[in-house]
C-alpha cells in the first residue's frame, strides 16, 4: 500500500505535474494505457517559468523576520519549473514508442526475458498511473467552495499575473494541495471536531475551501500568507459563500504574523504549507506564545519533499531544491525527536506530517 503510494506519487511528479480531478478531460472513463496518458496530458506541467522569479527573489531578500534571524532560513522562491531542464512535450514519441513496445504484454504473458521485463514494467505504469485517478474517481469529499477555487485557479493565466507584476513569485497550480490531498484535509478538520484552525501558507485557498466547508457553525479559519495579491484572489471566491465569512487572512512573512497573534484564541488544527525552510520555527512559535489547544493537531505538508530527505544528492535531478530538502530532512528529525510531540508521517502526494501536541 506505502510503496503503491509513494510509487503513485512518484509518477505524479514525474508524468502529472498535479493529480487530475476528473477520470480524463472530458470525464469519460479510461479504460486503455493510451488513454490514461491522454487523459493526463493537460495535468502535465507546463514548461519551466523560473525565470521569473529572479526579480521577485531579489525583493524577498530584504524581507527580515521579527521573531527569528534569517541565518539558515532560506528566502521561499515558488514555482520551481524544474530548474535544469525543460520539458517541452511530455506526451511524445517516448511514450508512443513505448506503448506500441509493450502493447499485449502483461506480467504473465511472456516467452523471453526481455517481454517479461517489458510486461512487468506496464503492469507497473498502469498500477502507478491508474492510481490517482482511480482515488479521485470514488471520493466525493469535495464541496461547492472548493470546486469554485479549482475552477478559479485552473483557468487562471499564473505567469501573465506574475510578468505583470501582481504576484510576489511565480505559481502554478501544483503548488496548491490537490483533490485527494484537500479532501484528506477536510477528513482531518471534520475528525477533530476544530472549531478554530490556522493554515501557514495559503497560495489560492484549496486547503483553506476544504477546511472551511468542515468547520461548523461559528468556526473560524486563519490563513497567513506574504503575497497581498492571493488574499484577494481568494477572497473573491469566498465572499461568493455564506460559510465563506469564517476565512480570514493575514498578510504578510507568517514568522510576524505567528508572534501577532492573540495568545488567548488557541487553535485545535493547524495546517503547515508555506516555507519549508521555516518549518520547525512555525512549530516552535506556536509552542512557545501556546497557540496550541490540548490536545491539538497539526499537519505538516510536503515533509517527503520529493524524496530528498531520504535519497542521496547523486540523483539530485534539481540541485535547487536540495537547500529545502535537507531543511524538510532536519525538520522531520527535529519532529520525530521532539519531546512533547507525537509524530507520523503520511505518504499521500508529497508526504504529510500529522502532529499531536501532547504524548
Ligand atoms: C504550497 S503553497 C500553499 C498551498 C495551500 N496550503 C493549499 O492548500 O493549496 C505555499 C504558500 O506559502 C506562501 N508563503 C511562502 N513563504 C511564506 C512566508 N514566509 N510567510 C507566509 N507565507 C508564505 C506562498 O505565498 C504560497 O502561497
Not at 487553535?267 to 520555527?281: I, L, W
Not at 519533499?305 to 544528492?313: D, Q, R, S, V
Amino acid at each position: 500500500m506505502t510503496l503503491c503510494i509513494f510509487l503513485s506519487f512518484c509518477f505524479s511528479c514525474v508524468v502529472h505535474g498535479q493529480s487530475a480531478k476528473s477520470l480524463s478531460p472530458d470525464d469519460s472513463p479510461i479504460n486503455t494505457l493510451e488513454q490514461l496518458l491522454l487523459a493526463s496530458a493537460p495535468f502535465r506541467r507546463q514548461p519551466s517559468a523560473a525565470h521569473t522569479v529572479r526579480k521577485h527573489m531579489q525583493m524577498m531578500a530584504t524581507v527580515e523576520s521579527e521573531s527569528q534571524p534569517k541565518v539558515g532560513i532560506k528566502d521561499y522562491t515558488g514555482r520551481f519549473g524544474g530548474t535544469e531542464k525543460t520539458e517541452e512535450t511530455g506526451y511524445g514519441q517516448l511514450e508512443k514508442d513505448s506503448l506500441e513496445a509493450t502493447s499485449g504484454k502483461s506480467a504473465t504473458r511472456w516467452s523471453i526475458h526481455s517481454e517479461r521485463v517489458q510486461g512487468v514494467a506496464k503492469e507497473l505504469f498502469g498500477l502507478i498511473g491508474g492510481l490517482d485517478p482511480y482515488i479521485s474517481s470514488v471520493s466525493n469529499a469535495d464541496g461547492p467552495i472548493m470546486q469554485a477555487i479549482k475552477e478559479k485557479m485552473d483557468s487562471t493565466n499564473w505567469d501573465a499575473l506574475h510578468e505583470e507584476g501582481k504576484t510576489m513569485f511565480s505559481y502554478g497550480p501544483e503548488m496548491s494541495t490537490d483533490p485527494i490531498e484537500a479532501q484528506t484535509i477536510k477528513m482531518f478538520t471534520f475528525m477533530k471536531n476544530a472549531q478554530r484552525v490556522l493554515e501557514i501558507g495559503m497560495f489560492t485557498g484549496y486547503g483553506a475551501a476544504a477546511i472551511v466547508e468542515a468547520l461548523p457553525e461559528g468556526g473560524e479559519l486563519v490563513s497567513l500568507d506574504i503575497d497581498p495579491y492571493l488574499k484577494e484572489w481568494v477572497g473573491e471566491v469566498m465572499s461568493q459563500f455564506p460559510d465563506g465569512k469564517k476565512h480570514s487572512v493575514e498578510v504578510g512573512p507568517a514568522l510576524d504574523s505567528l508572534v501577532k497573534l492573540p495568545a488567548d484564541k488557541k487553535f485545535d488544527f493547524v495546517f503547515v504549507d508555506a516555507n519549508k525552510s521555516e518549518y520547525r520555527r512555525y512549530i516552535e512559535i506556536l509552542l512557545e506564545r501556546g497557540l496550541l489547544a490540548d490536545g491539538a493537531m497539526i499537519a505538516v505538508d510536503n515533509t517527503l519533499y520529493c524524496g530528498l530527505p531520504y535519497m542521496p544528492e547523486q540523483y539530485d535531478s534539481q540541485p535547487k531544491r536540495r537547500g529545502f530538502g535537507e531543511d524538510v530532512k532536519a525538520f522531520n528529525e527535529w519532529l520525530a525527536g521532539h519531546p512533547d510531540l507525537m509524530t507520523v508521517m503520511l505518504p499521500i502526494r508529497d508526504g504529510i506530517t500529522l502532529v499531536r501536541k501532547g504524548l
